[in-house]
Structure formats: C-alpha cells, structure tokens
C-alpha cells in the first residue's frame, strides 16, 4: 500500500472540479491535455511507445507513469483542494484510465483527464497544518512537484482514525507527540532569541556553517559579492543527491539560500522576488528562503507558485522550523554562546 500525494495547477477552479470528481467516485491529474475531440493522451498507449523508444514531443510531458503504479487501496492525498491549506484524501479503488473531460479549459486545452477510481466514503478534508497532524506529515504534505510518495503510512493512518473518529491526536497521542506540542512555545522563543542575537550577515554565516555540517554537502559558502551584487544567493551550497553508498550514482546539485532576518510575520514577498532571481542567475537546482519570522499564507502561497513557474524546488523554512535547523547542527555551540553571553551581562 502506497500514499501519493499529488498537486493540481494554481487556477482555484481546477481545485474545485477536481474536488467535485473525487465525490463522484474519480481522481484525476492534471498535465493530460488534449486540444481536439478524439485526441487523447492515454497513458497505456504511451507506455507502449516509451518501450519502443517512439516517444517523442510533448508526449513526454503528459507521460506520467506513475499514475500506472497505483493499485487498488492505495491513497492519494490532493494538495490546496478544495481550498488553499487543505488536504483532500481517498482510497483508491481502481486503476488508471483516460477520459476526456471539458470542464477544464486552458490555453493549452482540455486538462484533468488522467483517472482513477475512489471510494467517495473514504474522502476526508483536513488542514495541512491542522492539530491532528503530526510535524513529520505536515513536512511530507508540503509541496515537492506534481507527485510525490508521502512515505508516512503511520502518521497518515492515525490522521484517518482521527477524521473519521472526531477524536484529536493531542489527546490519545504518544509521549513523542505530546512532547512535541509541548515544544511549540520553547523553539518559537529560540527563533526570537537568534533573530536578536544573528543580525544581518551574522545570521548569513550561521545558516552557511549549518549547511556545513549537514551530510550529503560538499561545500556551503556565504556569497563574497555582497548584498548589492549578490543576485539574491546569500549563501550557496553544493551538495550531492542520490546513493552515497555508490558514488558513481551521486549527483552534484547547486542550491542558492536567501537569509532573512525577521521579527514577527514575514509578509513581505520580497525574498521571493530574490530567490527566483537567485536560481536563474546561478542557474541552480533549487532554492531555499530561511527567514527567522513568522510564515504567511502569502508568502507560502507566492513560493509555491514560485515553484510552479520556474519549475524548480523553492522550500520555505522560517520561524519554528528555522530554530529547529539551527540547534540540530550547531545546538551545543548556539547553547554555549548564549551563556556566555549573559554570564557576562550579569557581572
């Protein structure tokens, strides 16, 4: 048994028509357009081609195999659907099949016509960062592409109960998972603290020096071109991505940080317009926005879009998850400066 989480295009009216299938017992994908009647983009007919190597054009584009993977009691979960936060699940019924829908008319044609059957009683609408779930799924129901396996089948399972039963998780849930709630506050008062404590290029140099210490990185370094010529990359890390057991398979990747320095919420979309600039001009395999403020429905909505235009990850990481990615790798060191620090302001 598989959870795939899959996304839809940013127009709210395909998040509505999708939502509206899956209550008649379908799911459907998007990047399947046909533009005539007849036409058609069947995933069995270019699964055939792609084994005779006949494959060619945009045909590429709407190939996503993936989709001939998922069996019957598998799940898919739709990311922003029905509304932006949400998460709609359901449990997979059929295989895949092609139909030709009309509902979803685009520039580029008809879209939303990869399918799959689902039981309409096993639909459940959550918040993606509602209270019944868990750190760890709410990090996986982030947005990655246009699929990806949620890989936690436990989690997933204990929120289904929990939907289904009304109960809430904070109060049935394990000692880890009281302890994390617990936390809330402490790692929302560490983020205050490092935001006061790391202004300006300070903070750049402690997020390069976590970066460091990260496995997988080859080199972090903070940016010597400055803030006025630097293109948005305050820090630029290279990295490798794939088996480090077998380093034939391990890939070099680029990934450009831009470091914010905020109190409060982080509203301003001006580090959106820095990364997308950042990873263009570097030309990088993905970008990262670290700020120590507050995240907003705004700024997580236009860094999703962000990724959507450019087509490349742009993950967010601000505020609680910040403090947590800076005490994880440079925790004993942060801990030892900050008593120093006050042992000498009490003297």
């Keep these: 048994m598989s959870i795939y989480a899959l996304r839809v295009n940013s127009d709210p009216k395909c998040a509505e028509a999708i939502f509206d299938s899956l209550r008649n017992g379908e799911a459907r994908f998007c990047w399947s357009a046909y533009e005539q009647e007849g036409e058609d983009k069947d995933l069995r007919r270019l699964q055939k081609l792609a084994e005779q190597g006949k494959l060619l054009g945009e045909e590429r584009e709407y190939y996503q195999s993936f989709l001939l993977d998922i069996k019957k009691d598998d799940y898919v979960v739709y990311i922003n659907v029905p509304q932006y936060g949400q998460c709609t699940s359901a449990r997979v019924t059929g295989e895949y099949y092609w139909k030709a829908h009309t509902d979803l008319k685009y520039d580029w044609g008809y879209d939303g016509n990869h399918c799959l059957s689902v039981d309409p009683e096993s639909i459940r609408v959550f918040e993606r960062n509602g209270v019944n779930v868990t750190p760890y ?139 997308e600039k950042a990873v263009l001009t570097y030309n990088a395999d993905a970008g990262l926005i670290f700020s120590t403020g507050k995240s907003t429905e705004q700024l997580r909505r236009s860094t999703e879009e962000l990724a959507d235009k450019i087509e490349r990850p742009i993950g967010l990481c601000t505020y609680e998850q910040s403090a947590r990615l800076l005490m994880r790798y440079l925790g004993d060191e942060l801990i030892d400066g900050y008593r120093n620090s006050t042992d000498k302001s009490s003297k």
């Excluded at 990260?214 to 630097?230: C, F, L, R």
């Design 137 to 275: 799924l709410q990090a996986r129901l982030k947005l990655q592409g246009r699929f990806w396996k949620i890989n936690a089948e436990e989690d997933f399972f204990k929120l289904q109960h929990a939907l289904t039963t009304g109960e809430q998780l904070t109060r049935n849930g394990s000692p880890a998972e009281f302890l994390s709630r617990s936390l809330q506050p402490v790692w929302e008062e560490i983020a205050v603290l490092i935001q006061q404590n790391y202004p300006g290029k300070k903070l750049e140099e402690l997020v390069c020096k976590a970066f460091n210490r990260m496995p997988n990185v080859e080199t972090a370094t903070v940016n010597a071109a400055g803030s006025h010529s630097d293109y948005g990359a305050d820090v630029i890390v290279t990295y490798f991505d794939g088996f480090a057991a077998i380093p034939e398979l391990c890939t070099p990747k680029k990934l450009v940080i831009q470091v914010k320095s905020y109190e409060g919420e982080h509203y301003s979309l001006q580090a959106v317009s820095d990364i």
